[in-house]
Nanobody, 122 residues
Framework: QVQLVESGGGLVQAGGSLRLSCAASGPTFSRYAMGWFRQAPGKEREFVAAISWSGGSTDYADSVKGRFTISRDNAKNSVYLQMNSLKFEDTAVYFC???????????????WGQGTQVTVSS
């Protein structure tokens, strides 16, 4: 069983940066693939980024590639999402996710955090 708690969301101007953190509980964190999804008001939840259990493999949605960076620190049971050059359309609730398999599909992830709000002002 894994519990996930996100932090680091907030209000930022377009062009600015934010760093989201996700703290995970449980002794087997290093065995899980981790990721981030987001959901904007009135829109479907969408994949943002994912990272393998070792951190050696990452994947990004086209909309954030080159601007966002996902990383993890298994010693700290944490995963991060560095978001640079933020755009108004990045405004959403961001969710941290975990599962053994990983990938871009929501259903692949059994564990979800509560979410953290990111608001980008134009």
């Amino acid at each position: 069983q894994v519990q996930l708690v996100e932090s680091g969301g907030g209000l930022v101007q377009a062009g600015g940066s934010l760093r989201l953190s996700c703290a995970a509980s449980g002794p087997t964190f290093s065995r899980y693939a981790m990721g981030w999804f987001r959901q904007a008001p009135g829109k479907e939840r969408e994949f943002v980024a994912a990272i393998s259990w070792s951190g050696g493999s990452t994947d990004y949605a086209d909309s954030v590639k080159g601007r966002f960076t996902i990383s993890r620190d298994n010693a700290k049971n944490s995963v991060y999402l560095q978001m640079n050059s933020l755009k108004f359309e990045d405004t959403a609730v961001y969710f941290c996710v975990a599962d053994f398999s990983g990938g871009r599909t929501q259903n692949a992830y059994d564990y979800w955090g509560q979410g953290t709000q990111v608001t980008v002002s134009s």
